[in-house]
């Protein structure tokens, strides 16, 4: 049989063509730079705008608790002095404490300074005829709040040494007392008459609330 040609011979397999790649696109070519600075703005507006109010707020949440930290440290070294000083008034005999109170009493009472001043006359046999008291305005401390009372007595003592002896009397006691002014009112064979002033004090602490 005769051979049958076909009509078209068998298309070859094409090469493998290289990729075409597309040209970029004209504006971005052309605005290339102001794209960039554009990109860059908003970059920079964003970290002004968002990122820096976060740092500011870490840098004032950090002092903080760098304050807080200090408030508690010097709290708790407050309160280990406080403890200390506690115990050390815990500790105190309370014999100690008594004499303490009768030195610098919290409050100023007149019929204890009378029977300190009768106990101290009757002693050196002395007279006390007239206690006058008076507060001293002006005096008061402070800091510590200390409060400052004045006595004018009228004495009458046989002679100098007995009035010498009921002033030291007075001197040693507990109570704080001094001596501001010594006056000659009357002087005889019999006795004299002197006129004393002096000051003691009291402490009614701290009066603020």
């Avoid at 004495?155 to 010498?164: E, T």
């Avoid at 006691?173 to 006129?195: H, P």
């Amino acid at each position: 049989m005769p051979k049958v040609k076909p009509d078209k011979e068998p298309a070859e397999p094409k090469k493998d063509e290289a990729p075409k790649f597309k040209k970029p696109s004209r504006i971005f070519t052309e605005y290339y730079s102001s794209i960039i600075l554009i990109l860059i703005t908003v970059l920079l507006g964003a970290g002004y705008f968002v990122i820096k109010p976060k740092i500011d707020e870490y840098k004032a949440l950090k002092a903080h608790s760098e304050s807080l930290r200090q408030n508690i440290q010097n709290e708790q070294t407050y309160l280990s002095g406080l403890r200390r000083s506690v115990s050390a008034a815990q500790s105190i005999a309370p014999d100690v404490l008594s004499k303490v109170d009768e030195a610098l009493p919290r409050t100023f009472s007149i019929p204890e300074t009378l029977v300190l001043m009768n106990r101290a006359a009757l002693t050196n046999q002395v007279e006390v005829s007239s206690v006058v008291f008076s507060p001293v305005v002006g005096k008061k401390t402070t800091k510590t709040n200390l409060q400052t009372m004045q006595l004018t007595l009228n004495v009458a003592a046989p002679d100098y040494i007995a009035l010498k002896q009921f002033l030291n009397t007075l001197e040693v006691s507990l109570r704080l007392i001094d001596i501001q002014m010594l006056t000659v009112s009357d002087f005889s064979e019999k006795g004299a008459s002197f006129s004393l002033q002096l000051r003691t004090y009291y402490y009614p602490g701290d009066t603020k609330k």
